[in-house]
């Protein structure tokens, strides 16, 4: 093979490398926030609200479930200009993750949920905790408790498909790539320097995930790690 | 300018049949890798279990696109000018391998160990209890979960689009350049997808039932 390898791009391009890196992130961290709201929200109204809304809730959790990301991702940023609402790359981006990841979390808690013993509810019914307390302490915390590994891999990956967001022309870690690529033509080096970043990103993302684990379950640190 | 209509469709579906061209063969290549990882992740030999191991975090580190990416860059390298399906099909195998390797993993694990040890005591070797003893109840509780998977691949077949793949959603683009109109357009082809998705989730709900390994 005669192919000379060069990352010689990336001693000049790496100020936009690490500027698509911090957009990866603070992309991928939103959405993490709202989705995990918007997801816990769905999780409780799929188990108290009314017929009306759990219809409601569960048909959004299958369409996301059942169609790609890109897809949507497309579907909400041409949908939304051909309404005439002029939103920038970066909120588009930031929605529709959230939409996606809102309805994966969503089914994660509802495990979560089902798996909390009905003589745990009672019992907190008896102690006179009000509906409210009783799905905020009783329900939902230990639930989250004890989906949290799996919830930690769902985010990641949804960091990983915050990739998908270069298609609409957002400039993270991907469409830079892209942007590089299209100026060196160096796409394999590009594409590989990309993989590796991911790949780094990943594993921080993952550490950081589980440390805010320890942080918001005590009775991990006291029990030892579950994450 | 063309609107969308009967011929626009029609040619979704077609690209909806591509789609299913390469969701097969990401399944059944992959199926191949990942029944390889997968034993070789609870294998007894340090070296075939790191291995698997980095190749796992690995392709489960980097995103689809990239690889999809890599895959039909990378070999422009050598020289050779891989057909866009070909590309897709590896950088799919290559996701599949890893992802549904550690699924059918964790159903290998799932076999409780004195099935293993009693296969041991009945003086069986290292293959005949993974042929006669757990590969049989294994494949049995994996049907489910792969079921369910193969939804991520449908769908995940969609980033085939990014290296020109004409499959559901770059047909999709195609439709949209032609006509503009964007919403209807990819409406369609969510719903495409959806019929194509759903009923495998469906599917996968009622093996999961059936074979009761819901833990409740």
């Known amino acids: ?227 | 300018m063309p609107t969308f209509g009967l011929n626009q469709f029609e040619f979704l579906l077609r690209g909806a049949g591509w789609t299913v061209v390469l969701s097969a063969l990401a399944l059944v290549f992959g199926g191949i890798v990942a029944f390889a990882i997968a034993l070789a992740r609870v294998s007894d030999a340090a070296v075939p279990r790191t291995a698997s191991n980095i190749y796992v975090q690995l392709i489960q580190g980097t995103p689809l696109i990239v690889l999809m990416l890599i895959c039909y860059f990378g070999f422009s390298l050598y020289g050779i000018d891989l057909p866009a399906i070909v590309a897709a099909a590896l950088a799919m195998t290559l996701y599949v391998g890893a992802f549904l390797g550690e699924v059918w993993r964790g159903c290998l694990n799932a076999i409780p160990t004195t099935q293993w040890e009693a296969a041991e005591s009945l003086g069986m070797s290292r293959t005949e209890r993974m042929i006669w003893i757990i590969l049989p109840q294994a494949i049995r509780i994996s049907i489910p979960p792969t079921v369910t998977f193969m939804v991520q691949i449908v769908k995940n077949t969609s980033l085939a689009s990014i290296i020109g793949f004409v499959e559901l959603t770059q047909a999709g683009k195609l439709v949209n350049n032609a006509t503009f109109q964007p919403f209807i357009c990819f409406i369609f082809v969510a719903m495409i997808y959806f019929v194509l998705c759903y009923p495998l989730t469906v599917w996968g709900r009622i093996l999961e039932r059936r074979f009761n390994v819901r833990h409740r």
């Not at chain 1, 390898?5 to 790496?14: I, M, N, S």
């Not at chain 1, 959405?31 to 409601?56: D, E, I, N």
């Not at chain 1, 013993?117 to 307390?133: F, K, N, V, W």
């Not at chain 1, 022309?169 to 942007?179: F, I, P």
Request: proline share 3%.
């Open chain 1, 1 to 227: 093979m005669l192919y000379q390898f060069d990352f010689g791009f990336l001693a000049e391009k790496w100020p936009l490398l690490v500027k698509g890196l911090l957009l990866t992130l603070a992309m991928s961290g939103l959405s993490t926030v709202f989705g995990f709201l918007l997801g816990t929200g769905c999780a409780v109204s799929m188990r108290y609200g009314s017929r009306a809304l759990r219809l409601a809730t569960r048909c959004y959790v299958e369409v996301v479930r059942n169609t790609p990301l890109l897809v949507q991702i497309f579907l909400i940023y041409f949908g939304l200009a051909s309404i005439g609402f002029r939103v920038p790359v970066f909120a588009t981006a930031v929605f529709s993750l959230s939409v996606n990841i809102g309805a994966y979390s969503s089914e994660i808690i509802r495990a979560g949920i089902e798996s909390i013993a009905p003589a745990q509810i009672e019992a907190a019914e008896c102690l006179g905790l009000s509906r409210g307390q009783v799905i905020l302490h009783v329900v939902l915390q230990p639930a989250i408790e004890r989906v949290y590994p799996s919830l930690t891999s769902q985010f990641v990956l949804l960091m990983l498909g915050s990739s998908l967001t270069s298609q609409i022309s957002a400039e993270e870690l991907t469409g830079v790539g892209n942007l590089i690529q299209s100026e060196t033509f160096r796409s394999f080096e590009v594409y590989a320097v990309i993989g590796i970043c991911y790949i780094a990103l990943s594993l921080v993302v993952r550490s950081l995930l589980k440390g805010f684990g320890l942080l918001a379950f005590p009775r991990w640190r006291r029990l030892g790690s579950r994450a």
